[in-house]
């Protein structure tokens, strides 16, 4: 599986969609960092980009991926190697590379511009995690859809549609059921509609670290006593867990199953 | 050395493979032959475990196939079309595979036989598709196997090469070493094959050798063969347009 | 006429200082005429000197009853430790300078304090450095007094109950508070029935509550203050013509933090103040008749939140830059004026360029409103479809009030004032 992994990163690492995917980064975190008015603003701003786009990136990179590899599976599969180590290894592959560029390209400007030295390092740290965290979901997603669909354009649509669905659309069922249950206290619903979603649950984690947790008021209170706990630790790593963990596990047993 | 037994296989309603049973003996060279969609590589795959059979057992050297994995360290694969990873060079893809193949692999001589030597730091995207062929051939024949599974091995190749892809055949045959290949070149079935088999929609309708062939329909190798095909569609009643072409 | 009046003056300073008065210094030290300040103040005559000598002094309950100067050299620490007030002044025209008070205790029975006056005017307290006390100066029904260049730093721990106040005044009118430095107490500044208090140039941070406290408290002003850092910022509440100007009201960040709260306020100016990174940074609630000119809101979590029956209100000439929301009411129907202020929010354009923009703003968000509804929608703000929501809102506006908006907003921020000039 070692193996697998090893080439399927030293391969991904040299296309052109990492390095850009790594330059957009660089340059984005750059950029914030140099014209925003203080680092607590960057963060917020980085926060915004790699919440909308580590998820898009990831599972559709991860779907076109998966679609190229196919032809190439079909000689891998044939060497003597376990059918579960090479799904293993492609997938681990491509979340080490994604994950790579991601955190040199945000570390190197905020590593330059001293964060270490200010009292952010930890957002930054945050930042990072939940960054990583994300590709790791979405990579997994993509790797569901690709396994479980041979048609490559309608796999594309079902990833715009997967990423649209968590991104944006799950919000807004959010917003509509806080509304039809106003006049309940909403905070526990509230609590558990956000950790359900990997989206919503590392934007929240991250706004809650840094100075923006003072806006969401009484609910970023109890947000913040749930998240500081060692429960809500637990629940955080136990969601995003089962984020990777669910479709990792129904993949690699669908893959064992599936025709070349 | 191989052996089909009621083999199946369905893909949805579809029947690829019906209910084949089959054997194929050590050291020999055996065509795979039929049309488009006869179910060639199905069967071919179903060997290697790339295609999970509906029904029925394989046996290799007298032990099942099903969920192992160890067997094919006695066998070379020379997939159909190959979508190499695009952006490694040619000798990190030859390194990657004798890496997963624990390092037995004997590339050399082959790289110079096939005359890949000056493309070896190439990125794969960048070579002609007979060059990738040439590839996929050092991959294949690289490692020392008792079976060679060989799916349309002369695929984009140069008459010189496939001279020399020729001699390679024989001169492994003649160490012993067995063969089952497809291609939709009959003279290249006839200079190869010791022995043929042929698929049609699903089912064997010819075993044996070229020349139990050629004598069962007293012509030469090509006519035998159309006659094979016309014979099978009064059989069934089916059009011969939609099958003549023969793969 | 005149001659004989001026020679009235000259018998009565004579007279004076026939009986000694102002005469006398009184040196307080370890190898001094005395070594207990207690006993010093009680041997002294109205208008002597107490000169207090550099060292350590635990003594509490010093009582000031006659018009005296207590003066400190090199900050003599006077320890108030114990159940008392450390000094009590109840006489008019006295004057502590340069001493320095610690450690007056906790008490949950009696407000103690490093200096309280009781029905004493006229007094002067400045330049003392006040440390670790329960509270710092307690001013009950006296007036007229001068409180300047103090530094007050409390010993505030979490709770509101175990930590006083620095400068505290109850009952007590036309008091000037100028220059002084108070930190880490429950409230900088408390006034409560104050009236004509004036506030200036005062630093008032990293208090637990309020960094400057009105309370019942009219026709006061407050000019060229800083306020940073305190756990709730500075209310104003239950008073009338209060002035508010080139104020600073800088990073009162938390999840009830105001820049300036506002409650049951009439007839008041707030000009020429700042107001950075704020949660809220002006919060109005029954807040009527307020002028709001000329100010900055910079990167504040919410600009203004006007809430309730606020009325007659003016916003004009303000800029509103990179706050969260700059504008949020639950008022449908307005009038209050907003007008001619600089937002930068504002996506309008300006065709004839004569420097406002052609089309009005409104400065309320969707989301605002959403989550004056839902209070727990919060949560997702700089969600994706909370952006997408804003957007489609602010292009074609449905839901957020039509009435509330700014029919002239400037193209450019105004060049404002925060330096109070020196006749303010």
Known sequence: MLKVLKYSFFDLLRSRWTYLYFLFFLVSAATLLYLSSGTSVAVISM?????????????????????????????????????????????????????????????????????????????FLYLLIVGVILTTIFLSLSFLIGVNNTNKMKGFGLSILTWLMLAVIYDGIVLFVLFLMEQYPLEKITLILTILNPIDLGRTFIMLQSDQAALLGFTGAVFRNFFGTKTGISVISFVSLLWVGIPLYYNIKKFKMKDF | MIEFKHLSKNYQKKKVLKDISLSIQAGKRTAVLGPNGSGKTTLIKTLLGLVIPTNGEILYKGSTVSKKWSYRENISYLPQITNFPDNLMVKELLKMINDLRGGTAAYQQLIERFGVDNFLNERIRNLSGGMVQKVNLILTFGFDSDLYILDEPSNGLDPTALIKLK??????????????????ILPLVEQLADEIIFLLEGEIIFQGSISTLKENHQTNFEQAIVQLLQQSDKFRGGNPAQQQKIS | MLQKRLIYLLFLFIGIS???????????????????????????????T?????????????????PLVIEGINYPEIDGSGDENAITVTSD?????????????????????????????YCTLENNRLRNNFFGIFLQRSNFNLIQN???????????VSSGNAVHLWYSKNNRILNNETLKHRDGIYLEFADFTTIKGNFSHDQIRYGLHFMFSNNCKYIGNEF?????????????????????????????????????????????????????????????????????????????????????????????????????TNVEKSSNTISKNYWSEYSGYDLDRNGVGDIPHRPIKLFSVVTQVVPDAIILNQSLFVQLLDLAEKVNPTITSVHIKDPDPVMKPWRLFFKPKSND
């Open chain 3, 50 to 66: 107490v000169l207090i000598y550099e060292g350590y002094y635990k003594e509490a309950d010093i009582q000031i009853d006659k």
């Open chain 2, 167 to 184: 001699e390679l055949i024989f001169d492994l045959s003649g160490k012993g070493k067995s063969f089952l290949f497809t291609t939709h």
């Open chain 3, 93 to 121: 025209s006295v004057t502590i300078r340069g001493i320095s008070v610690v450690n007056v205790s906790t008490n949950y029975m009696n407000d103690l304090a490093a200096i309280t006056l009781i029905k004493a005017s």
């Open chain 3, 228 to 328: 940073e850092n305190n756990g709730a910022g500075v209310a104003v509440m239950f008073s009338r013509n209060i002035l508010m100007r080139y104020n600073h009201f800088r990073r009162n960040w938390g999840s009830a933090s105001y820049g300036l709260l506002l409650k049951e306020i009439y007839d008041a100016e707030v000009v020429n103040n700042q107001f950075t990174e704020n949660t809220i940074a002006i919060y109005g609630e029954s807040a009527t008749r307020i002028k709001f000119l000329n100010n900055s809101f910079k990167d504040n979590g919410w600009g203004f939140k006007l809430l309730g029956s606020c009325y007659d209100n003016i916003v004009s000439e303000n800029n509103f830059i990179n706050n969260n929301f700059d504008f949020v």
């Open chain 3, 18 to 48: 026939v009986q000694g008065y102002g005469q006398k210094r009184l040196e307080v030290g370890k190898d001094k005429a005395f070594t207990s300040v207690r006993k010093a103040i009680n041997n002294a005559q109205p208008f002597d």
């Open chain 1, 47 to 123: 926060m915004n980009l790699e919440i909308i786009l580590i998820p898009l990136v990831s599972i559709m990179f991860g779907t076109i991926y998966y679609y190229q590899n196919a032809d190439f599976n079909k000689l891998l599969l044939s060497l003597p190697i376990k059918r579960s180590k090479v799904f293993l290894g492609q997938y681990l592959g491509i979340v080490a590379s994604l994950g790579f560029s991601f955190v040199l390209g945000i570390s190197i400007p905020f590593i330059v511009y001293g964060i270490f030295y200010t009292s952010y390092w930890d957002d």
């Open chain 3, 150 to 160: 103090n530094r007050i730093e409390g010993n505030s721990k979490e709770d509101e």
